[in-house]
């Protein structure tokens, strides 16, 4: 079956360091996004792709980065992480027009 | 300013009460889509609603989209323990890219 996975799960890190979390989808998708979900703010965009070599920045993009390199796959880095960035992180896909997202699992980010 | 606004942000009930949440907006949509969140999990699509006035039925769960696609409502009968979780609401206006409300969670009660 298609699914959406992300490694890791959980994730401590200090701030200054350098960290990237994975996001991989076997459902063929063209877009691909990642959101941040902290308590009273609901789902935040950070970025988001509509294909290979295609990439966006969302609402809340300070910080971060992200690359297509493949139809498969889009990492998520943050550069130096900051304490601010302690959050879940989900990544999602969807196909073509369709509006209807497929979340991940989600990664528990704890920068101290 | 949030673009979809859910009320109410927490609701408590017992086991076997009915219960409504709202999804608000001043922008028109294409469609409004239902997501349920379980804790440690991603959102899972319950529904997409298209046309206006639209109602759709999943079980004990009815969604409507309002007459003039600004506004969606979930109504659950008769809510069970595993209705328990958070409810978002998500929607592109005008073509532009899909956005979520803050959600509504749920606990029911046994």
């Known amino acids: 079956d298609a699914e959406i996975t992300q490694s890791p799960r959980h994730k401590i890190t200090e701030t200054g360091r350098q960290v990237t979390l994975a996001c991989h989808q076997t459902w063929n998708h063209n877009n691909m996004f990642w959101y941040r979900q902290d308590l009273g703010h609901g789902l935040r965009l950070i970025h988001y792709s509509y294909g290979v070599h295609d990439t966006n920045k969302g609402e809340v993009s300070d910080g971060y980065s992200v690359s297509r390199s493949n139809t498969e796959d889009l990492p998520l880095t943050l550069e130096s992480a900051a304490s601010s960035q302690t959050s879940v992180y989900f990544c999602?896909?969807?196909?073509?027009?369709?509006?209807?997202?497929?979340f991940g699992p989600g990664t528990r980010l704890l920068v101290l | 300013t949030q673009l979809l606004e859910q009320s109410p942000q927490f609701l408590s009930i017992q086991e076997g009460e009915n219960l409504t949440v709202y999804c608000n907006s001043s922008?028109?949509?294409?469609?409004l889509q239902w997501y349920r969140q379980e804790p440690g999990e991603g959102p899972v699509l319950l529904v997409t609603v298209v046309t206006g006035g639209e109602v759709k039925k999943l079980k004990r769960l009815t969604f409507q989209f309002g007459d003039a696609r600004k506004d969606s409502s979930l109504h659950i009968t008769a809510a069970q323990t595993g209705d328990t979780g958070l409810y978002l609401c998500?929607?592109?206006?005008?073509?532009?890219?899909?956005?979520f409300g803050d959600g509504t969670t749920l606990t029911v009660k046994p």
């Open positions: 998500a929607g592109a206006p005008n073509a532009g890219k899909s956005t």
């Open positions: 999602a896909s969807s196909e073509g027009q369709s509006e209807t997202q497929y």
């Open positions: 922008s028109v949509f294409s469609s």
